[in-house]
C-alpha cells in the first residue's frame, strides 16, 4: 500500500529546514505505528518520498509526501483508519503542520518532484507600493525572454526563464508592502522566489511568501497530487493554531 499525504507548513514551523522537516515525519510515522517499508542494503531508511523542497521561511498550504507501506504488515490501515488518520498525525505534529488529507495510491505513479509541473504562490515584497509594482510585472510578461545568471556544478550557467512565468498579478497592498500572486512552472528547474523578486528590480525585500497549490497534468489537464487517486478521504479536524 502507497500512501499520499497532503499538509500544510505556516506559522514559526516555516523556520524549519527540510531536513528537519523529513526527520519531524519520520518519528510522527513510527508513533502513529504505520507499517513504513525500508529500503535494501547495508543502512535500510524507510521509503518516504518528499514532494518539491519547500525553501526554508516560506509557507505552504499544499506540501506533500508519499509513504510506502509494508504490504505484508498485519498494521496496514483499513478504509476506515485512513478516514481518521488526518486528524491522528496531525495531533503528533508540531503546531503550523496540519495534515489535510490522506489518499492511497494505486498502480504506478511518478514521483512528486517529476509530477508537479507548475505551484501557485503569494509573494509580498516589502516597502514598495503595488503602483511599483504593477508596471514592473507587465515589463516581464512582455519581455520575450528573461535571464538569470545560476551557478551549475560550479559554472555560471545563464538560463532563459521567462518559459516560468505563466501567470504574474498584483494582488494589493499590504501593511508592509505589496501582495503579489504568481504561478510558475517547475520543469525542468524552476524559479527561485528571490529571482522572482529580482527580476521585478522595484527594490524591497521579500515578505510573507506561500506556497497555495501544487499542480501536476492528467491527459493535458492541470490536477492537484491528489486529485484522481482513488481512495481519497475527507479530513475534518480541529487545526492547530500556527504559532
Given amino acids: 500500500m502507497n500512501l499520499r ?81 488526518p486528524g491522528r498525525l496531525s495531533a503528533m505534529l508540531p503546531a503550523g503542520i496540519d495534515v489535510t488529507d490522506v489518499v492511497e495510491l494505486h498502480g504506478p505513479t511518478t514521483s512528486l518532484q517529476q509530477a508537479v509541473v507548475s505551484c501557485d504562490w503569494t509573494v509580498e515584497i516589502r516597502d514598495v507600493a503595488p503602483e511599483q509594482v504593477g508596471p514592473a510585472i507587465d515589463r516581464l510578461l512582455a519581455a520575450d525572454e528573461l535571464t538569470v545568471t545560476r551557478q551549475r556544478k560550479g559554472k555560471d550557467v545563464t538560463d532563459d526563464v521567462r518559459p516560468y512565468l505563466l501567470h504574474l498579478a498584483v494582488v494589493g497592498p499590504t501593511e508592509h508592502g505589496t501582495e503579489i500572486e504568481a ?36 491527459d493535458g489537464a492541470r490536477i492537484e497530487p491528489l486529485a484522481g487517486s482513488s481512495g481519497a478521504t475527507s479530513a475534518p479536524h480541529a487545526t492547530k493554531r500556527a504559532s
Fill in 5 to 85: 499525504i497532503r499538509f500544510t507548513k505556516t506559522g514559526k514551523i516555516r523556520w524549519t529546514s527540510h531536513r528537519d522537516l523529513a526527520r519531524i515525519w519520520e518519528r510522527v510515522i513510527r508513533r502513529a505505528g504505520l507499517p513504513v517499508a525500508y529500503s535494501q542494503g547495508f543502512s535500510p531508511r524507510p521509503k518516504v518520498h518528499f514532494g518539491l523542497a519547500l525553501s526554508t521561511g516560506h509557507e505552504s498550504l499544499a506540501e506533500y509526501l508519499d509513504v510506502d507501506l509494508d504490504p505484508d504488515d498485519p498494521r496496514v490501515p483499513t478504509a476506515a483508519d485512513l478516514v481518521a488518520l
Fill in 183 to 218: 504561478h510558475l512552472a517547475t520543469q525542468p528547474r524552476g524559479l527561485r522566489i528571490s529571482e522572482l523578486i529580482a527580476l521585478l528590480d522595484v527594490g524591497g525585500t521579500e515578505g510573507r511568501v506561500r506556497r497555495l497549490t501544487q499542480w501536476t497534468l492528467l
